[in-house]
């Protein structure tokens, strides 16, 4: 469906360069590229393609794209009505699923919102189209408006740990080998329900429990000394990649049932001579733990590692930083992946210290309804 509207959407922007060529409005190509571009982006965040409404809204969306192009090039109201139609289509639609579920999280009121803000656009759309006059604003004034609510509407938050899998794509490792679930659980992780179950290894359980007052003041690796299975809630967050230092950083930020921080770990990506890794930060008092993890398909189940290579090459490991030094640390954490069927994926996540697996965690992973 994506792919038939973005087809649909650059015939629209051809049509309308070549009919206003060569004299093409700044502002008129602006808002134009956010309906053609930026509104059907959003789709896939915001549908679930099984309910009757998103399907009309999906299939009415190439009409109402169409009408927008033709508004600007022919200044006919009809065409400025029916995308002003649209808009408000999406906002009833976000209104209804913001009062009808219980949604708690961020990402998915983000683009509920962002819905409801468009019709904002479409209004002065339409009043730009008709030469509605509006207080003593110029007819630029109330195209740039539009603008303003075309853009502002569809800043798309994060919804996963990875922007795409295809960007760890190495000799070793190509994300095509990989189960669709698995991919999907990593490019839009806040679609997915989490449940974990934490096994301490006997011989460290000691020290877990001394350290258990701490790590839930501190907020970070509080993981439950209970051996049942628990709901694992998630929040995704952008994180200024300037302050950071790394490229596209982004938090996940997951709590327990009693709403304690879990993990807050800071997500990116980079590649060191010719290969993908995996960097996970876990901000700590003063300091932060970082892993490097090093991805493998097996099976089309996803394996994330920090155990070096027998060779040495590679940059995997687990590292202490401060401000003024860094070290790495002796301990190696391995994750597996593996998809259940289209909508369910099992994980799990084991540590070791001085080679001694010390902590094994379990997760299911379900898309939400």
């Known amino acids: 469906m994506l792919k038939r509207h973005l087809i649909v959407s650059a015939v629209c922007f051809l049509g309308f360069a070549a009919a206003e060529a060569p004299h093409l409005s700044a502002a008129e190509t602006?808002?134009?590229?956010?309906?053609?571009?930026?509104?059907?982006?959003?789709?896939?965040?915001?549908?679930?393609?099984?309910?009757?409404?998103?399907?009309?809204?999906?299939?009415?969306y190439p009409i109402a794209a169409l009408s927008a192009a033709l508004?600007?090039?022919?200044?006919?109201?009809?065409?400025?009505?029916v995308w002003f139609i649209y808009t408000l289509g999406l906002a009833l639609y976000a209104v209804l699923r913001l009062v009808k579920t219980n949604i708690h999280r961020t990402e998915e009121m983000s683009v509920m919102a962002g819905f409801v803000y468009l019709a904002g656009g479409g209004v002065w759309f339409f009043a730009y189209v008709l030469q509605i006059p509006v207080m003593d604003f110029s007819p630029l004034i109330v195209l740039l408006t539009a603008v303003h609510f075309h853009y502002s509407a569809f800043l798309i938050p994060n919804t996963g740990l990875l922007d795409q899998m295809r960007e760890l794509h190495s000799e070793d490792f190509s994300a095509e080998k990989l189960s669709p679930a698995v991919i999907s659980f990593y490019e839009k992780t806040i679609d997915y329900d989490i449940k974990a179950k934490v096994t301490w290894s006997r011989w460290f359980r000691p020290f877990a429990r001394m350290y258990e007052p701490f790590s839930r003041r501190a907020g970070q690796i509080h993981l439950s000394m209970n051996p049942d299975w628990y709901i694992m809630h998630s929040d995704m967050k952008g994180v200024d990649s300037d302050r950071d230092g790394r490229k596209h950083v982004r938090a996940w930020i997951r709590?327990?049932?009693?709403?304690?921080?879990?993990?807050?770990?800071?997500?990116?990506?980079?590649?060191?001579?010719?290969?993908?890794?995996?960097?996970?930060?876990?901000?700590?008092?003063?300091?932060?733990?970082?892993?490097?993890?090093?991805p493998y398909a097996h099976k089309q189940n996803l394996v994330l590692t920090s155990r070096r290579r027998k060779s040495g090459a590679g940059d995997e490991g687990i590292y202490l930083q401060t401000k003024w030094w860094a070290c790495h640390l002796p301990l190696a954490e391995t994750f597996l992946i593996a998809a259940q069927n289209e909508t369910t994926l099992k994980a799990v996540h084991h540590m070791w210290l001085f080679g001694l697996k010390f902590l094994t965690v379990h997760y299911r992973i379900t898309h939400a309804p």
Request: net charge positive; glycine share 4%.
């Open 30 to 60: 602006f808002v134009l590229l956010s309906v053609l571009l930026f509104v059907p982006a959003v789709f896939p965040f915001a549908f679930r393609s099984s309910k009757t409404l998103e399907n009309v809204l999906l299939r009415s």
């Open 71 to 81: 508004a600007l090039i022919t200044d006919f109201s009809f065409f400025a009505v």
């Open 255 to 294: 709590t327990n049932e009693r709403q304690e921080t879990v993990f807050t770990t800071l997500y990116s990506v980079y590649r060191s001579n010719g290969e993908g890794y995996i960097n996970i930060s876990l901000p700590l008092p003063y300091s932060q733990m970082t892993g490097i993890l090093k």
